[in-house]
């Protein structure tokens, strides 16, 4: 077994007698793999031509449960999800397939992009069929607002160091109220909530496999689709997000999931509760750096907020909201961003 790349840390030291156990062999290979926005770690394991996916979620910090159930309900709607093959809750290990190494970010702006995003539509519209577990949580407002608020503690007060005043503190409440009323406005269906292109794998044949979906709620229908669409980590040329977003529509249309066969009206749930999902995203690219000494996703923020000030700046009634981004906050996070 080679871990002369990896760092010694308790965590690491409980993974490699629980692999042998698993494996039933001393002779195995572990690569550290790309990790996400939470405190979960994965690893690569080979052993004999064969290729695992080991997940270490410390139980005091992340809860497995939810991996497992979402796993197996995803994998009775015939999804492409990884297999478990064998799972350890308490010690917070699970060993499972290895969905490879492309990602549907890698492959986004390439040319045979369209067809993968098609495929990663028609997948997210199986999952808004299918009735949800009883056991998600719902996106309600009192979720919604709590991620709201932490907007303004870690990015303006926390990152920027902004200091708001009355005025501007109403502002964002009243702004936040506007953004929930149109979330909660929307048919509630299941909702992976981390549903892009870092957490979407190109498999062969060009079908997609699905990873990161413990998190789930039942929450709004657009809330998975400006995941994917309008995305933190890859910006989709306009005419292909207009492509993509029509066909959605017309299915969801067809399928029954929507109550409107309004487009405007759709167009509009999708481009405000894009805008609380980039918040929200904003919020944790700056908590990795102040919280967790992680750098990694600051270089993420410029499009992210770009996002939110671009269509902000499309509606009257956010019209006050998107000067207080254009006048208060761009300068100043152009400032501390490039410091």
């Known amino acids: 077994m080679n871990t002369t790349t990896l760092s ?24 550290p793999l790309a990790g996400d926005a939470s405190f979960r770690r994965y690893f690569r394991i080979e052993h004999n031509n064969t290729l695992w996916v080991a997940m270490d979620a410390p139980p005091e910090l992340e809860d497995s449960h939810s991996f497992v159930n979402i796993q197996q309900h995803l994998s009775e709607l015939a999804l492409n999800v990884p297999q478990l093959s064998h799972i350890d809750l308490a010690l917070g290990f699970i060993l499972m397939s290895d969905l490879g190494d492309t990602w549907l970010w890698h492959e986004a702006l390439r040319p045979n992009s369209a067809l993968l995003y098609q495929t990663a539509l028609d997948d997210l519209l199986i999952l808004q069929q299918q009735k949800s577990p009883s056991a998600l949580a719902s996106f309600d407002a009192a979720f919604m607002n709590k991620e709201l608020s932490f907007f303004t503690h870690w990015f303006l007060q926390g990152y920027l160091q902004l200091s708001l005043s009355t005025a501007e503190q109403r502002l964002l409440d ?8 149109m979330a909660e406005s929307q048919p509630y269906y299941f909702t992976h909530r981390d549903y892009h292109s870092r957490n ?23 809330y998975d689709l400006v995941s994917l669409l309008r995305d933190c980590y890859v910006t989709l040329d306009k005419s292909q997000l207009e492509q993509h977003l029509d066909y959605y529509f ?18 509009t749930w999708f481009d405000w509760m894009g805008i609380q999902r980039h918040l929200k995203a904003i ?5 990795k750096l102040l919280r967790d000494d992680n750098p990694n996703f600051l270089s993420y923020i410029p499009r992210t907020l770009d996002y939110v000030m671009t269509i902000s700046a499309q509606y009257a009634e956010l019209a006050d909201f998107h000067a207080f981004l254009q006048n208060r906050v761009a300068p100043v996070f152009q400032r501390v961003y490039a410091s």
Request: include cysteine.
């Open 250 to 267: 017309q299915e969801a249309v067809r399928l029954n999931l929507l109550p409107t066969q309004d487009f405007q009206q759709f167009q």
């Open 8 to 31: 010694t840390d308790h965590r690491l030291e409980a993974l490699q007698p629980w692999l042998r156990h698993c494996l039933k062999t001393e002779q195995f290979h572990i690569t």
């Open 200 to 222: 979407l794998m190109v498999l062969p044949q060009n079908k997609i496999g699905i990873l990161d979906f413990q998190d789930a709620v039942l929450g709004p229908i657009t």
């Open 174 to 181: 009243d702004t936040f109220l506007q953004l929930i009323a």
């Open 283 to 287: 919020f944790i690219f700056a908590r």
